[in-house]
């Protein structure tokens, strides 16, 4: 009798094991997906220098008081904004100006301050870092 339980015991916990595996494993990984929506498409390449410009201009406008790199901070982190959207002008061009005119909705409920003061030209530039960003 008495090994009859212990091997029933082996396979409930070997089961039970295998439920909490699937869980911790799985989910956050669909959560994860839910929260990039990564859009599928062509990367254009990222010429060095302009993603370097890009980086120096985003150290100095303040992004990092709401954006981390790596982690989601007030706002997304750099590195999902890049796992969304494909290196393209179109997504370029839109994410520059919804750096300018502020936004919320693409990522939950916080908002993005409008950025007024900057050129469509710099945002860009910025833009173009952050997807540069994308995890290989
Ligand atoms: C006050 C906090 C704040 C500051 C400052 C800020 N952001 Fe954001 N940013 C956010 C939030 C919040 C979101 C998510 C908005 C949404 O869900 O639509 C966001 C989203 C973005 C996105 C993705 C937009 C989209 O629609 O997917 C980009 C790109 C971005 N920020 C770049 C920048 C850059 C570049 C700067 C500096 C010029 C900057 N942010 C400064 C809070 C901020």
Not at 53 to 59: D, F, Q, S, Y
Not at 97 to 105: E, Y
Request: aromatic fraction near 6%; include cysteine.
């Amino acid at each position: 009798m008495k090994p009859l339980i212990g091997g029933l015991c082996i396979l409930l916990s070997i089961s039970c094991e295998k439920e909490t595996e699937r869980i911790s494993v799985d989910e956050p990984a669909q959560r994860v997906r839910d929260y990039i929506r990564k859009i599928p498409g062509e990367n254009d390449p990222i010429p060095e220098a302009l993603a370097d410009r890009g980086e120096v201009l985003v150290a100095y406008s303040g992004c990092y008081d709401c954006h981390r790199r790596e982690k989601r901070s007030k706002g997304p982190a750099f590195s999902d904004i890049a796992e969304r959207y494909p290196v393209q002008e179109v997504y370029l061009d839109m994410l520059a100006r919804k750096v300018i005119t502020g936004g919320t909705g693409s990522w939950g409920s916080p908002v993005m301050t409008p950025h007024p003061h900057l050129k469509l030209e710099d945002a860009k530039i910025m833009v173009t870092y952050i997807l540069s960003l994308k995890r290989q």
